[in-house]
């Protein structure tokens, strides 16, 4: 897959240029395990769906179910493999078996690991959920952490909790950087009700913005719920006409 496939990295110029026009925001639903899922996510207009491979995850599947599930994507629809930890040669594994795949980094992999597997990859931010920006001298670098990743096709951010992935948790998007130079993916707690405000607080601060969800369309953990799925993606267009809107009004005459 070349850079150019992948849908959350458009090639789109300095940090807030995409929240000053008409850019679609993309989106993923991640934690896939059903065919009838896998559709509801296409109908929907998702741009691309991500399957577990973390096995203490109850969202977890099988390289091998992951394949099954991927061949029903129609062309321009991007799985995504999420790894935790895995050795290079369970990467490179299922990477056979989906070849148009895109890496999801999710835990301590260091920079040099994300390369291993010779794939795109966006590589996961675990974003403390309580910072203070005044006191807490010690607040997560989140500029150094782009650098450290350059390779990444982008950054997603997650809330830091116990264990790996968000548990369904936001984090405080107001003390993200004012602007990065970044093609960022904001994950975490999004649900239908709150993914609106999400994009309108974090897209004028980067590159450009994809949205990652999870248990915010589910109905319980692993299976999803196709309203739910139509829901999100709706809210997450209200944000770009607001946005759009935004852009008019603020466009010299």
């Given at each position: 897959?070349?850079?150019?496939?992948?849908?959350?990295?458009?090639?789109?110029?300095?940090?807030?240029?995409?929240?000053?026009?008409?850019?679609?925001?993309?989106?993923?639903?991640?934690?896939?395990?059903?065919?009838?899922?896998?559709?509801?996510?296409?109908?929907?207009?998702?741009?691309?769906?991500?399957?577990?491979?973390?096995?203490?995850?109850?969202?977890?599947?099988?390289?091998?179910?992951?394949?099954?599930?991927?061949?029903?994507?129609?062309?321009?629809?991007?799985?995504?493999?999420?790894?935790?930890?895995?050795?290079?040669?369970?990467?490179?594994?299922?990477?056979?078996?989906?070849?148009?795949?895109?890496?999801?980094?999710?835990?301590?992999?260091?920079?040099?690991?994300?390369?291993?597997?010779?794939?795109?990859?966006?590589?996961?931010?675990?974003?403390?959920?309580?910072?203070?920006?005044?006191?807490?001298?010690?607040?997560?670098?989140?500029?150094?952490?782009?650098?450290?990743?350059?390779?990444?096709?982008?950054?997603?951010?997650?809330?830091?909790?116990?264990?790996?992935?968000?548990?369904?948790?936001?984090?405080?998007?107001?003390?993200?950087?004012?602007?990065?130079?970044?093609?960022?993916?904001?994950?975490?707690?999004?649900?239908?009700?709150?993914?609106?405000?999400?994009?309108?607080?974090?897209?004028?601060?980067?590159?450009?913005?994809?949205?990652?969800?999870?248990?915010?369309?589910?109905?319980?953990?692993?299976?999803?719920?196709?309203?739910?799925?139509?829901?999100?993606?709706?809210?997450v267009r209200a944000a770009d006409d607001q946005l759009a809107k935004n852009h008019v009004r603020l466009s010299p005459a």
């Amino acid at each position: 897959m070349s850079p150019a496939s992948n849908p959350f990295q458009p090639d789109l110029g300095a940090p807030g240029e995409a929240s000053r026009t008409g850019i679609r925001t993309r989106i993923k639903i991640c934690g896939l395990t059903r065919e009838e899922d896998v559709d509801a996510a296409v109908a929907a207009g998702a741009d691309a769906v991500g399957f577990v491979m973390y096995e203490p995850s109850p969202r977890h599947v099988t390289a091998e179910r992951a394949a099954e599930l991927a061949r029903r994507l129609p062309p321009f629809v991007t799985p995504v493999l999420l790894f935790v930890n895995a050795p290079a040669i369970k990467i490179i594994a299922a990477c056979a078996r989906i070849p148009s795949a895109l890496l999801q980094f999710h835990g301590d992999e260091s920079p040099e690991a994300c390369l291993q597997a010779g794939r795109p990859f966006m590589r996961a931010a675990r974003i403390p959920m309580n910072e203070n920006p005044i006191v807490d001298g010690a607040r997560f670098d989140l500029v150094k952490y782009i650098k450290d990743f350059k390779a990444a096709q982008a950054i997603l951010l997650d809330a830091h909790v116990e264990g790996y992935g968000g548990g369904g948790k936001t984090f405080n998007w107001s003390l993200l950087p004012p602007s990065v130079n970044a093609h960022l993916v904001l994950s975490g707690g999004l649900t239908p009700a709150n993914v609106t405000d999400g994009i309108l607080q974090v897209r004028p601060r980067c590159k450009t913005l994809a949205v990652d969800v999870s248990s915010g369309v589910e109905i319980t953990k692993g299976i999803k719920s196709a309203d739910k799925i139509n829901q999100f993606v709706a809210a997450v267009r209200a944000a770009d006409d607001q946005l759009a809107k935004n852009h008019v009004r603020l466009s010299p005459a």
